[in-house]
C-alpha cells in the first residue's frame, strides 16, 4: 500500500492550498484515509477524515467551516482544500489510511486518531505567513 502526497508549500494567511494523496496497492472502499497534521514542538492531531465506503467524513474543531475532504474514486485519490488558512495551520501534513475491518459503521470520528492508522504518506509541509 502506497499513499503519496502533494500539494504543499507557502501561503499567505487567509489564502487557499489544496493537498492530494494518490492511494495504490489496496481496496480503496476498505479504507478510510485522512490527514493528520504535526506542527513544530506539538503532537500530532487528527484533522480530517473520509470514509471511502459511504463518503461520510469528519473534521477537527480547528478546521471546521474552513478544510474540505473530498475523494475521486476514479483516481484513488482523497484531496483536503484549506481555505482561510492561518499561521497556525503551520505543521506537516502526513496523508494516513486505516482499515474499515472490524471497526463499527457508526461514527468517523474514531477514525481520525494518529496512533490508529495503519499507513502513512511521507508528508507534506505547509507553511502559512502572517
Same mark, same amino acid.
Given at each position: 500500500l502506497q499513499l503519496v502526497e502533494s +500539494? %504543499?508549500? !507557502?501561503?499567505?494567511? +487567509? %489564502?487557499? !492550498?489544496r493537498l492530494s494523496c494518490a492511494a495504490s496497492g489496496f481496496t480503496f472502499d476498505?479504507?478510510?484515509i485522512g490527514w493528520i497534521?504535526?506542527?513544530p514542538g506539538k503532537e500530532r492531531e487528527g484533522v480530517s477524515v473520509f470514509r471511502n465506503s459511504d463518503g461520510s467524513t469528519y473534521y477537527a474543531d480547528s478546521v471546521k467551516?474552513?478544510?474540505t475532504i473530498s475523494n475521486d474514486r476514479a483516481k484513488n485519490t482523497v484531496y483536503l482544500q484549506m481555505d482561510s488558512l492561518k499561521p497556525e495551520d503551520t505543521a506537516v501534513y502526513y496523508c494516513a489510511a486505516v482499515s474499515l475491518l472490524g471497526k463499527?459503521?457508526?461514527?468517523?470520528?474514531?477514525l481520525c486518531v494518529a496512533d490508529g492508522?495503519?499507513?502513512w504518506g511521507k508528508g507534506a509541509l505547509v507553511t502559512v505567513s502572517s
Open positions: +500539494g %504543499g508549500g !507557502l501561503v499567505q494567511a +487567509g %489564502g487557499s !492550498l476498505d479504507y478510510a497534521r504535526q506542527a467551516g474552513r478544510f463499527s459503521s457508526a461514527t468517523v470520528q474514531p492508522m495503519d499507513y
